[in-house]
Structure formats: C-alpha cells, structure tokens
C-alpha cells in the first residue's frame, strides 16, 4: 500500500510539474477511521469470542475471554491468606481466651506449693545440717531444687501476666499492616481476573480479531482492532509545492474511489516535517520531491448511511489553497 501511495504522489508531482496550476494539484492517500487497538493483559489462551468481526460494538461490551482459571486460583488463595490475617486480627484485639488465663493461673499456683515446699524442706535439712545429722551435698542438692522452683513460679507469673494484659500495640499494628497487604493483593488479583474478559474501551465497529481461539497472545499483543469516530478522514500527502499555502482549517473536495459524489472536509493537522527527505543537497528540484502527511476530515451525513465509509480506499483531495501566501 505504501509503494503505491508513493507511486500516485510521484505521478501528482510530474503531472504538477508540467504546467498545471497549483490549484489543480491533488494529493492522494487513504480513508481512514480512528482505529482503536485493544492489547491483552494477561498471557492467556483464549477461550472464546463475544462479538463477531465486522459488527457495531458497544463500550464496555465484551470482545472475547481469556482463559481464567489461573487467574481464579489466584483469587482464591488471596481471599484465603486475607481471611487469616482478619482471623488473627481479630484473636488479637478480643484478647486471650479465659481458658488459657485459667490454665496459667493454675499453673501459677502449682509452681507456688512447689516452692513452698522446696524452701521448707531446704530449712529442715541445713537444721540437719548443724546437728551433723546430714552430709553438706545433700543442702547443697535441696538448695538446688529450691532454686529451680523459684525459677518455675517467676515464670508462670509472667505467663500468666502476659496472657491477661494481651497483645502490644505494636503486635496488633504488624497483623493489621498484613491484613492491608493481604486486601492489595486480593485486589490485584481480582483486577487481573477481570482483565480476562476483554471489552470494548470505546462504541465502534470490531474492524479485527487478529488471533484464533486456542491461541495464546502475549501480553500487550493486539487482540481486536476496532474503528471508531463519529466520521472518517483523509489521510493524505501534501506536496512541497503547495505546502505553504495550507493551514488547519483549510478546506477541501475528496474524491473517493467507488463513490461518483465528492466530500468536502477540513484540514485537521499537517505535519511540520516531510515524510520523504532526499539524503542529498535540498535543490529547487530535490525540494519538490518532498511531501506532507496530513489529515483531513470528512464532512459526511450520517443520515446517508456514509458512516459505513470503508478504511483503506483510496482518496484524492484537491484543496482551496490560502492566497494569503503568495
């Protein structure tokens, strides 16, 4: 399509070099409508096809669907992980269960006998002792015992301590910040599983579906084309000759191929730098070579059934050039 655009640009500008005026200069191109490409998210296969190519889509109507069990096992083990972060959050801030305080408060005294016990059999033995009714290892061995259960009661009187004052602050603060994890990727993942069902971004027409069911295209990979736009335009190239005298805002007849009425349009942009730049010297000569794209758009009656203007076909404009450049 390019090679023949350049063709019929190259004609233009031998036939405008002949003597013609620049006023019967054409430039020729394409008919165009906004295209709209949508890009898959994921790297899935497809799975199925919503809408048929060629048809009107509306926006947010569904185009086709990936494959989405992947992206639902990651759901579902978010919704788990967040469920236990809530869980554990909860324990937390409704504090210990009355049972354990139970449990360690007995504890608490059995360890209390304990050493009561030890420290009355202590003061009986070193009594031994002084009548040297006993042998000093034996002090030496109670003494011992004494201290290991001194030690069992400091410290099921801390257990037991712990259990009633409940989790710190700071222990709450890290499940909480875990459990906000937990909703962000719970969140992503749902997001992700929504991207397997790819919809329409814009209304329009579903102009191509560029890969089959089965296939998997990679992220970022175009899966539908769809044309949009309340009208077509012209996508032409300028020549240099009448470059100058042309401005967003100028007016134009386009001729279209297979259709005998002209349009009129509106010149919408033209670009500041030419889209062929010889590599040598820019002479009178070479300068002509030189052409512009530009976008045209196409005054057309949407009650005529004109919006169903095809892409692709070729179009001539012939412009009313700004005298004010001369």
């Given at each position: 399509m390019q090679a023949k655009l350049a063709l019929l640009l190259l004609a233009s500008l031998l036939l405008g070099g002949c003597g013609r005026n620049a006023e019967d200069i054409q430039a020729v191109g394409t008919l165009e409508w906004t295209r709209i490409e949508v890009a898959a998210q994921l790297a899935e296969p497809i799975s199925a096809w919503e809408a048929p190519e060629g048809q009107p889509v509306a926006a947010g109507q569904a185009l086709l669907r990936l494959d989405a069990r992947r992206q639902q096992a990651r759901v579902d083990a978010a919704q788990a992980a967040r469920a236990q972060a809530a869980a554990r959050l909860a324990e937390l801030e409704r504090g210990t269960r009355s049972e354990r305080i139970a449990q360690a408060?007995?504890?608490?005294?059995?360890?209390?006998?304990?050493?009561?016990?030890?420290?009355?059999?202590?003061?009986?033995?070193?009594?031994?002792?002084?009548?040297?009714?006993?042998?000093?290892?034996?002090?030496?061995?109670?003494?011992?015992?004494?201290?290991?259960?001194?030690?069992?009661?400091?410290?099921?009187r801390a257990?037991?301590?712990?259990?009633?004052?409940?989790?710190?602050?700071?222990?709450?603060?890290?499940?909480?910040?875990?459990?906000a994890a937990a909703d962000a990727e719970l969140a992503a993942a749902r997001l992700d599983l929504e991207h397997t069902r790819v919809v329409a971004p814009v209304a329009?027409?579903?102009?191509?579906?560029?890969?089959?069911?089965?296939?998997?295209p990679?992220?970022?990979?175009?899966?539908?084309?769809?044309?949009?736009?309340?009208?077509?335009?012209?996508?032409?190239?300028?020549?240099?000759?009448?470059?100058?005298?042309l401005h967003p805002g100028s007016t134009a007849t386009i001729s279209v191929d297979g259709i005998d009425t002209p349009f009129t349009g509106t010149l919408r942009k033209i670009s500041a730098d030419p889209s062929f730049t010889p590599y040598f010297a820019l002479t009178e000569h070479d300068r002509g070579?030189?052409?512009?794209?530009?976008?045209?758009?196409?005054?057309?009656d949407t009650d005529t059934g004109h919006q169903e203007l095809p892409a692709g076909v070729p179009a001539q404009a012939r412009f009313a050039l700004d005298d004010t450049q001369n």
């Open positions: 408060r007995a504890r608490l005294t059995g360890s209390e006998r304990q050493l009561d016990f030890q420290q009355r059999e202590l003061a009986r033995v070193e009594a031994l002792l002084t009548r040297k009714l006993i042998a000093p290892d034996r002090v030496d061995q109670t003494r011992t015992a004494r201290d290991a259960a001194t030690a069992e009661r400091d410290a099921a257990t037991l301590d712990e259990l009633q004052q409940g989790a710190t602050t700071e222990e709450r603060e890290q499940v909480r910040q875990a459990l329009g027409r579903l102009d191509e579906l560029p890969f089959k069911v089965g296939e998997r990679p992220v970022g990979g175009v899966v539908a084309v769809i044309l949009t736009g309340a009208r077509p335009y012209a996508r032409v190239y300028v020549p240099e000759t009448i470059r100058a005298r070579r030189l052409s512009f794209v530009a976008e045209i758009d196409v005054d057309v």
